[in-house]
T-cell receptor, first 116, second 116 residues
Framework: AQSVAQPEDQVNVAEGNPLTVKCTYSVSGNPYLFWYVQYPNRGLQFLLK??????LVKGSYGFEAEFNKSQTSFHLKKPSALVSDSALYFCAVRDTPPNRDDKIIFGKGTRLHILP | NAGVTQTPKFRVLKTGQSMTLLCAQDMNHEYMYWYRQDPGMGLRLIHYSVGEGTTAKGEVPDGYNVSRLKKQNFLLGLESAAPSQTSVYFC???????????????FGPGTRLTVL
């Protein structure tokens, strides 16, 4: 079965500095990987995903993520953080054929605080 | 399009009471999901459905039942509510397969349930 880990409960970054939110995964086959963001009292919003192709995936709001198969990681990054990026971020994974499972499993979430 | 909607937004139950949460989507999506979100636990998949008339268990299915009688609706039932089911419940929908570049999960705004 697939699993995903977000090792940091909270990440603090000064505004204007680069940010990284870490995610590692475990699957039997090849992964589909996702990042979502949740603002207070709201549902989750899709940021980006990796299915295949280039290891560097660009998404919404200037975020990008790098797929690293050897390290089984999919870290979320942004070159210059904004205060409005403060939110809860979730990494998610789905396994792919031939070990296909239709479930998408989420990490526990990382709270990102951007300090003015 | 309304996207994914959830009814009700808030509910307080007493232990042993029953209730049904309704999720509706107007995007003609095949897949629908129910998650619960608890502090420090992230999102955990309760049940999901790969099409009308089908349901499958997720990570934490005990104490819940679901039905997908119509493609656009996915109902989550609690037959005998327990305090451990106090949580925020999110519904999501997506197309199959998620591997296509245009596919992603769309989330509803959530239902906050308190069981006393």
């Amino acid at each position: 079965a697939q699993s995903v880990a977000q090792p940091e409960d909270q990440v603090n970054v000064a505004e204007g500095n680069p940010l990284t939110v870490k995610c590692t995964y475990s699957v039997s086959g090849n992964p589909y990987l996702f990042w979502y963001v949740q603002y207070p009292n709201r549902g989750l919003q899709f940021l980006l995903k990796y299915i295949t192709g280039d290891n560097l995936v660009k998404g919404s709001y200037g975020f990008e993520a790098e797929f690293n198969k050897s390290q089984t990681s999919f870290h979320l990054k942004k070159p210059s953080a904004l205060v409005s990026d403060s939110a809860l971020y979730f990494c998610a994974v789905r396994d792919t054929p031939p070990n296909r499972d239709d479930k998408i499993i989420f990490g526990k979430g990382t709270r990102l605080h951007i300090l003015p | 399009n309304a996207g994914v909607t959830q009814t009700p937004k808030f509910r307080v139950l007493k232990t042993g009471q029953s209730m049904t949460l309704l999720c509706a989507q107007d995007m003609n999506h095949e897949y629908m999901y129910w998650y619960r979100q608890d502090p420090g636990m992230g999102l955990r998949l309760i049940h999901y459905s790969v099409g009308e008339g089908t349901t499958a268990k997720g990570e934490v299915p005990d104490g819940y039942n679901v039905s997908r009688l119509k493609k656009q609706n996915f109902l989550l039932g609690l037959e005998s509510a327990a305090p451990s089911q106090t949580s925020v419940y999110f519904c999501a929908s997506s197309n199959l397969p998620l591997g296509r570049s245009t596919d992603t999960q769309y989330f509803g705004p959530g239902t906050r349930l308190t069981v006393l």
